[in-house]
């Protein structure tokens, strides 16, 4: 047995619809702050604890920093908390390790 489980609770196409606007308006805000050579993407997945706006960042340098969120995290319409969160784990993510393209010794 794998023990109990919730059951996930389906969002109607409106909620959908503003959770896909919350994970929009996240990485809009996302893109704002941090500077050219990150590429930042929203888009909705199903996982195991129902439907999620799910922000991804590839920085220029480091591994993809992503997060994900439930509607219930964009209610207050606040998004520039997340999106700051999101754009310090890239920006940490890019400082912490060089560069791709730096040349080594000779």
Same mark, same amino acid.
């Given at each position: 047995?794998? $023990?109990?489980?919730?059951?996930? /609770?389906?969002?109607? *196409?409106?909620?959908?619809?503003?959770?896909?606007? $919350?994970? *929009?308006?996240? #990485?809009?805000?996302?893109?704002?702050?941090? @500077?050219?050579? !990150?590429?930042?993407?929203?888009?909705?997945?199903?996982?195991?604890? $129902? /439907?999620? +706006?799910?922000?991804?960042?590839? @920085? @220029?340098?480091?591994?993809?920093? %992503? #997060?994900?969120?439930?509607? %219930?995290? !964009?209610?207050?319409?606040? *998004?520039?908390?997340?999106?700051?969160?999101? +754009? +310090?784990? #890239? #920006?940490?993510?890019?400082? %912490?390790? @060089? %560069?791709r393209h730096q040349q080594t $010794?000779?």
């Amino acid at each position: 047995m794998h $023990g109990n489980h919730d059951e996930t /609770v389906e969002l109607t *196409t409106k909620q959908r619809r503003q959770l896909r606007a $919350g994970g *929009t308006a996240v #990485a809009a805000r996302t893109r704002e702050l941090l @500077p050219k050579g !990150f590429v930042i993407g929203a888009e909705l997945i199903d996982g195991h604890d $129902g /439907v999620q +706006a799910a922000i991804a960042v590839r @920085p @220029p340098n480091g591994t993809v920093v %992503s #997060a994900g969120f439930q509607l %219930s995290e !964009f209610d207050d319409g606040d *998004t520039d908390d997340i999106a700051q969160q999101i +754009a +310090a784990g #890239a #920006a940490l993510e890019a400082m %912490s390790n @060089p %560069s791709r393209h730096q040349q080594t $010794g000779r």
